[in-house]
Antibody, heavy 120, light 108 residues
Framework: QVQLQESGPGLVKPSETLSLTCAVSGYSISSGHYWGWIRQPPGKGLEWIGSIYHSGITYHNPSLKSRVTISRDTPKNQFSLKLSSVTAADTAVYYC?????????????WGQGTMVTVSS | EIVLTQSPGTLSLSPGERATLSCRASQSVSSSYLAWYQQKPGQAPRLLIYGASSRATGIPDRFSGSGSRTDFTLTISRLEPEDFAVYYCQQYGSSVFTFGPGTKVDIK
């Protein structure tokens, strides 16, 4: 079955760049679907960060301004998130998830999430 | 950006009771692009309902969704012990996806 697994540093210093990768197994990301990133600060709700199509087209939440970069590595069957100039407000559990084949689709399969703390 | 409001914030019920959760949007959600997720502590959200009323794969039929435009409802007909969790609505009809703040269903 399709599985997603996030990986990356659990601790990032303020003003630096947060980098996470989502490895996908059981499905080729080049076959279709959108793939997204969502985060959840401790004890709070969910926030959509952005998504990428298998073609490489991306779109993201404008609230994060130009700090977000989402890319994909088709040979490795994974996609990545970079969030620059982080502050304590970026401390959260970061999830990667699969959307449907259309851009307007919910997130039907999720990774387990990875906690990222921004602190010096 | 479409803002979603969920009510109540917390719903205290007993197993076997019916749960009714509300999600209201600040503007109309196009084509009923509204989903519901369940999240348990320490776990990722799980998709329950999409398109306002379609159950996702493997979701029991005690979960049902309804509504359109700005008013949506998730109903759990008879609460099972494993249903006590936080429920989020999400709209994916606009270019910026947004989630509601969640409703916690806890044991009375």
């Amino acid at each position: 079955q399709v599985q997603l697994q996030e990986s990356g540093p659990g601790l990032v210093k303020p003003s630096e760049t947060l980098s996470l990768t989502c490895a996908v197994s059981g499905y080729s990301i080049s076959s279709g679907h959108y793939w997204g990133w969502i985060r959840q600060p401790p004890g709070k709700g969910l926030e959509w960060i952005g998504s990428i199509y298998h073609s490489g087209i991306t779109y993201h939440n404008p609230s994060l301004k130009s700090r977000v970069t989402i890319s994909r590595d088709t040979p490795k069957n994974q996609f990545s998130l970079k969030l620059s100039s982080v502050t304590a407000a970026d401390t959260a559990v970061y999830y990667c998830a699969r959307q449907g084949r259309a851009g307007r689709d919910p997130f039907d399969i999720w990774g387990q999430g990875t906690m990222v703390t921004v602190s010096s | 950006e479409i803002v979603l409001t969920q009510s109540p914030g917390t719903l205290s019920l007993s197993p076997g009771e019916r749960a009714t959760l509300s999600c209201r949007a600040s503007q109309s959600v196009s084509s009923s692009y509204l989903a519901w997720y369940q999240q348990k502590p320490g776990q990722a959200p799980r998709l329950l309902i999409y398109g306002a009323s379609s159950r996702a794969t493997g979701i029991p039929d005690r979960f049902s969704g309804s509504g359109s435009r700005t008013d949506f409802t998730l109903t759990i007909s008879r609460l099972e012990p494993e249903d006590f969790a936080v429920y989020y609505c999400q709209q994916y009809g606009s270019s910026v996806f947004t989630f509601g703040p969640g409703t916690k269903v806890d044991i009375k």
